[in-house]
T-cell receptor
Framework: SQQGEEDPQALSIQEGENATMNCSYK?????LQWYRQNSGRGLVHLIL?????REKHSGRLRVTLDTSKKSSSLLITASRAADTASYFC???????????????FGQGTTLQVKP | DAGVIQSPRHEVTEMGQEVTLRCKPI?????LFWYRQTMMRGLELLIY????????DSGMPEDRFSAKMPNASFSTLKIQPSEPRDSAVYFC?????????????FGDGTRLSIL
């Protein structure tokens, strides 16, 4: 089953507004990562949050992690047209209780920031 | 430092032809991953290598797909014979670690169209 699932699937906002994307996962995690993908390009790593962390910041990005709810959120503040992209969360893949060493990516949230 | 380099960027070929996708990982990265991305199935891991050795190929769809890593700076993904359902964007990524412990660095992908 899909490990990370993002919500909403699509989000459209005006430049300057904040954008919040959510990710839910099913099993335990070591860490959770967020990636951005611009149209026609590969994924770019944004931020890694460890399972014992609750919040992490990087520039205009703020990531929270709630392991009790098995969920994470990515907040982009003061959005810009250049933030238009798809955003993915990624977590560990488990086979039973064994970590397979693979990352499982969600289906992504497509963000459009209108100028 | 150069990122992950993939070639070709685009490939259009007829059904039944052999297709070879190429990847040069980031120097010093011990892990290399091949992914396939489609609208229907999202981002799927096909196979990953550690120190040039295939570790998990459970995502390879069928025997028509094969991957090799003859040295630390080069990997290929081959499809023979190709079918229209193989049309997708294929990404190569490299990392200094497996799972969620380290970020993965993606190339810009090969957009493959099988007619």
């Amino acid at each position: 089953s899909q490990q990370g699932e993002e919500d909403p699937q699509a989000l459209s906002i005006q430049e300057g507004e904040n954008a919040t994307m959510n990710c839910s996962y099913k099993t335990s995690i070591n860490n959770l990562q967020w990636y951005r993908q611009n149209s026609g390009r590969g994924l770019v790593h944004l931020i890694l949050i460890r399972s014992n962390e609750r919040e992490k910041h990087s520039g205009r990005l703020r990531v929270t992690l709630d392991t009790s709810k098995k969920s994470s959120s990515l907040l982009i503040t003061a959005s810009r047209a250049a933030d238009t992209a798809s955003y993915f969360c990624a977590t560990d893949s488990f086979h039973g209780s064994s970590n397979t060493g693979k990352l499982i990516f969600g289906q992504g949230t497509t963000l459009q920031v209108k100028p | 430092d150069a990122g992950v380099i993939q070639s070709p960027r685009h490939e259009v070929t007829e059904m039944g032809q052999e297709v070879t996708l190429r990847c040069k990982p980031i120097s010093g990265h011990d892990y290399l991953f091949w992914y396939r991305q489609t609208m229907m199935r999202g981002l799927e891991l096909l196979i990953y290598f550690n120190n040039n050795v295939p570790i998990d190929d459970s995502g390879m769809p069928e025997d028509r797909f094969s991957a090799k890593m003859p040295n630390a700076s080069f990997s290929t993904l081959k499809i023979q014979p190709s079918e229209p359902r193989d049309s997708a964007v294929y990404f190569c990524a490299s990392s200094q670690g497996k799972g969620s412990n380290q970020p993965q660095h993606f190339g810009d992908g090969t957009r493959l169209s099988i007619l």
